[in-house]
């Protein structure tokens, strides 16, 4: 089952323009996770934010979580071509097991 | 560290034959995850391990899959007969049972069942 649901589905735009997606998750977390999918690879991970945290950085990219809305969203900065992936959210439930919402595919164009 | 290692990279085989995917996890991590990737129904979770004992096995489909973890650096998952409908991308996963809890994927086994 997916917890987390990701907005919008797909995202183009130009090099250099900012990139906003979003996640929408259902049940209570320990923390949420944004990994990165190029195409024909295995998923990397990009960033951690724990359910006590609301923003994190790192390098260009920058994760906001809002617990009391089940959200939160991913900013790409400064977009490259070489950003365009698919980008998945995942929600850490119990343990490590983790639940990944369907994706964001993003494209840049330059 | 050579990252979490999948064989083979490809697999073609015929309906009702038996399909063995592999993994080998990164040293020193204890939890290992097995994924399946479609259009479909996106990334599912199909079973984990954790210091080699399956914990969660309720996203494995169906009798015909089963999977294994004889040793912290080695696990299978098995398709016995494989069905057309088995056909995607297999992703082996590995992390550190404490700590970030960042999962470190493979490149992934792309099986095509005809």
């Known amino acids: 089952s997916q917890q987390g649901e990701e907005d919008p589905q797909a995202l183009s735009i130009q090099e250099g323009e900012n990139a906003t997606m979003n996640c929408s998750y259902k049940?209570?977390?320990?923390?949420l996770q944004w990994y990165r999918q190029n195409s024909g690879r295995g998923l990397v991970h990009l960033i951690l934010?724990?359910?006590?945290?609301r923003e994190k950085h790192s390098g260009r990219l920058r994760v906001t979580l809002d617990t009391s809305k089940k959200s939160s969203s991913l900013l790409i900065t400064a977009s490259r071509a070489a950003d365009t992936a698919s980008y998945f959210c995942?929600?850490?439930?119990?343990?490590?097991?983790?639940?990944f919402g369907a994706g964001t595919i993003l494209r840049v164009k330059s | 560290d050579a990252g979490v290692i999948q064989s083979p990279r490809h697999e073609v085989t015929e309906m009702g034959q038996e399909v063995t995917l592999r993994c080998k996890p990164i040293?020193?991590?204890?939890?290992l995850f097995w994924y399946r990737q479609t259009m479909m129904r996106g990334l599912e979770l199909l079973i984990y391990?954790?210091?080699?004992?399956?914990?969660?096995d309720s996203g494995m489909p169906e009798d015909r899959f089963s999977a294994k973890m004889p040793n912290a650096s080695f696990s299978t998952l098995k398709i016995q007969p494989s069905e057309p409908r088995d056909s995607a991308v297999y992703f082996c996963?590995?992390?550190?049972?404490?700590?970030?809890?960042?999962?470190?994927f493979g490149p992934g086994t792309r099986l095509t069942v005809l």
């Open positions: 996963a590995s992390s550190l049972t404490q700590g970030r809890f960042e999962q470190f």
């Open positions: 049940t209570s977390i320990n923390n």
């Open positions: 934010i724990r359910s006590n945290e």
């Open positions: 995942a929600t850490e439930e119990y343990g490590n097991k983790l639940v």
């Open positions: 040293s020193g991590h204890n939890s």
């Open positions: 391990f954790n210091n080699n004992v399956p914990i969660d």
